[in-house]
Every structure is written in C-alpha cells, then in structure tokens.
Nanobody, 115 residues
Framework: QVQLVESGGALVQPGGSLRLSCAASRIIFSDSTSSWYRQAPGNQRELVAAMHRAGSTNYADSVKGRFSIFRDNNKNIVYLHMNSLKPEDTAVYYC?????????WGQGTQVTVSS
C-alpha cells in the first residue's frame, strides 16, 4: 500500500520560513510527478508546486520566488521550502504523487502564518 507522510507544518510569523517534507513508501518519487497542494478553510485545494520525473518544476503564481520544491532521490523524500511566508499561505498542505499506477495523497500538515 502506497503511503505519503507529510511533516514540518507549524505556526510561523509572517516573513518566516518553513520546510515541509513528504516521505513515501511503495512509490518512487523519481518515477512520478510529485506535487504539493494546499487547502485553506472554505477554499478549494490548489496546486502549489510540482516536480516532474525529469526534474522540471512549476509553481503557482502566488508562490513563485518564495517557495521551492526539491526531491532527494536517495531518501525518496520531496521537500517544499517556503520563504517569506504570508498569512494567506495558511492552509493544510498535502503531498501528492502521480505514477502510472495511480494518484496518491498524504494526510496533510497544517501551516499557520500569524503574528
């Protein structure tokens, strides 16, 4: 059974930084498209950042220049580095992986940006 487990969510002040991690079992991130989504209360889940098999990336306009997605192939972990955090970044962040065998989601990790 494929499992994605996120960690790293926290309460942080505006302007601060966080690093989210997503560890996978029974799926290889380098053979998949791996992404981070987020969902704020009352909003739809939205794509934040994605990394494709070959390593190319794309980002939501709202996070370009502030967030970066990285993949450690040796550890099979995907990271989301978040800088210059804003209150509007507050949401539950979900790890996602899409492979030829299916689409998989983690359970989410809460990020709250507040003073």
């Amino acid at each position: 059974q494929v499992q994605l487990v996120e960690s790293g969510g926290a309460l942080v002040q505006p302007g601060g930084s966080l690093r989210l991690s997503c560890a996978a079992s029974r799926i290889i991130f380098s053979d998949s498209t791996s992404s981070w989504y987020r969902q704020a209360p009352g909003n739809q889940r939205e794509l934040v950042a994605a990394m494709h098999r070959a390593g190319s990336t794309n980002y939501a306009d709202s996070v370009k220049g502030r967030f970066s997605i990285f993949r450690d192939n040796n550890k099979n972990i995907v990271y989301l580095h978040m800088n210059s955090l804003k209150p509007e970044d507050t949401a539950v962040y979900y790890c996602n992986a899409v492979s030829v065998w299916g689409t998989y989601w983690g359970q989410g990790t809460q990020v709250t940006v507040s003073s």
